[in-house]
């Protein structure tokens, strides 16, 4: 019989059964970070690491929404203000310091800068340009060495006789030895050892549209009150050599200072803010993780301002000084090796007399309203030790020294480094007004000038500010 050929055993079919699990978690996790990002209480207002307010949420107007300039400002809004922000800078940072070490640093995309042009020539060289009257090296340490008081003026007296200028003198160098230290690359921030500095630039369109602006302030007060121009350098023009800061490609801001105060009309006093400060580059005149100056740096200009001025410059020991610390200021947030930087210290001078602050925040301010007040110095309990001065940027702040009987006063508009700054102007007039140009909108110069009586108005801005297109329309807004 024959043999039955036997069948190969039939192999079942398994059933296919898709496994979700990874796309699940992926769409979950996609919608948990959606309702981060939407998540309104989430949005910081101010980031701690680069020391400024965020974006705010843009007001809808149709011209703006036709435009498209509304939805361009959502998008902004909504990439500068996201849950945590300052928490991923910190962990993109910290990887980016596992890519190695160095002694000098300069990382960032660097722009090239405008060809600086020769000061222009003036009938009156400004570096020596008289003032008229009123219409009405150590090594580097933490502790400053404070200058001795010069020979007391009275209070709200008339400025004397603008004294004679001292001949050119040989400075001796007191700021960072590059030689010393290893150079590894180039780009826009810069890290020595232990302190940061910033990349310095040049821009010749917007350096002439700043002198035009402050020129055309001192037109507009003429016969009114003095004009005085304050051109706050960075740090890297005292403190690294003149060779080294061109062998990376930074712009020379000494060469900046005298061309845009060789373009300033007769009618605006410029301000040396380049000799006084190289004097002492050994002392603690700049922040090692800041872009700001100290407040001694702050005063060293201004002694040269009350000279320039007429005035007798007050002495730092008059002042009852303080310290708080540790600072870290916004560079240190941008060095890639910040566990190399020193920690700051804010030096702080509470100035002598019955000087009272008083804050403005609403934008109506009046003779009647200078805001609520503040203690003169703020004991800063976060990190930005540097709002010990004036507790901020504000659109208005207002010091008044009851010591002085008559009714001086003097305008100070300026950026974040009018801060320490402002301080010392205190010894010399009653009022002392200090507008940020960034905020205050609720009367022009001429308007200000005239309604709160103003003898002296001090422009004291960053070069940075001052090269830039923003910060000269906002101050051709002001200056009306």
Not at 229 to 257: K, Q, W
Not at 330 to 358: E, F, M, S
Request: proline share 6%; with cysteine.
């Amino acid at each position: 019989m024959p043999e039955k050929k036997r069948e190969a055993p039939r192999r079942r079919k398994r059933k296919y059964t898709p496994y979700f699990g990874p796309a699940v978690l992926f769409f979950i996790t996609l919608g948990l970070v959606t309702l981060l990002a939407w998540s309104l209480p989430l949005r910081p207002a101010v980031s701690e690491k680069e020391k400024r307010e965020l974006e705010k949420f843009p007001d809808f107007s149709l011209s703006a929404a036709a435009d498209g300039s509304y939805f361009e400002k959502i998008s902004l809004w909504f990439s500068d203000t996201f849950p945590l922000r300052d928490s991923w800078i910190g962990a993109d940072q910290a990887i980016k310091r596992l890519h190695g070490s160095s002694d000098i640093v300069i990382y960032g995309d660097t722009e090239s800068a405008d060809e600086i042009p020769a000061a222009v020539p003036t009938a009156v060289p400004s570096a020596v340009r008289e003032t008229s009257a009123p219409v009405s090296a150590p090594a580097v340490t933490n502790e400053p060495e404070l200058p001795a008081a010069e020979p007391e003026a009275d209070a709200g007296s008339e400025p004397s006789d603008v004294p004679e200028e001292t001949p050119s003198e040989e400075i001796e160098w007191g700021g960072k030895v590059i030689e010393e230290e290893d150079l590894v690359t180039t780009g826009a921030v810069i890290q020595i050892g232990d302190s940061a500095f910033e990349y310095t630039g040049f821009s010749r369109e917007y350096s002439e549209m700043y002198a035009e602006n402050i020129t055309r302030a001192g037109e507009l007060l003429r016969g009114k009150a003095r004009v005085f121009n304050v051109f706050v350098l960075h740090s890297a023009t005292l403190m690294l050599p003149r060779d080294y800061r061109e062998s990376i490609g930074c712009a020379p801001e000494e060469d900046v200072l005298d061309y845009v105060s060789s373009l300033l009309g007769e009618d605006v006093i410029p301000i040396d803010t380049f000799t006084p400060l190289l004097r002492h580059n050994s002392e603690y005149i700049f922040f090692r993780t800041d872009h700001h100056w100290t407040s001694l740096g702050a005063w060293y200009v201004y002694e040269e301002w009350a000279r320039k001025a007429g005035f007798e410059p007050v002495g730092l020991d008059r002042y009852t000084e303080d310290v708080q610390e540790p600072f870290y200021g916004t560079l240190y947030y941008k060095a890639r090796q910040n566990g190399k930087l020193r920690p700051d210290q804010v030096y702080t001078y509470d100035p002598p007399g019955d000087v009272h602050l008083y804050l403005e925040t609403e934008g109506r301010d009046s003779r009647d309203h200078l805001g609520f007040e503040q203690s003169v110095v703020t004991r800063v309990k976060g990190s930005d030790k540097y709002m010990a001065f004036l507790a901020g940027d504000h659109r208005l702040s207002t010091f008044v020294n009851n010591d002085i009987p008559d009714d001086s006063a003097c305008l100070i508009i300026k950026n974040s480094n009018g801060n320490p700054f402002c301080y010392y102007f205190t010894q010399h007039y009653r009022y002392v007004y200090v507008m940020d140009y960034r905020k205050y909108t609720h009367r022009t110069l001429t308007q200000f000038v005239d309604y709160y009586g103003v003898q002296d108005v001090v422009f004291c801005l960053s070069a940075g500010q001052a090269q830039s297109y923003g910060g000269n329309q906002l101050l051709k807004r002001i200056i009306q």
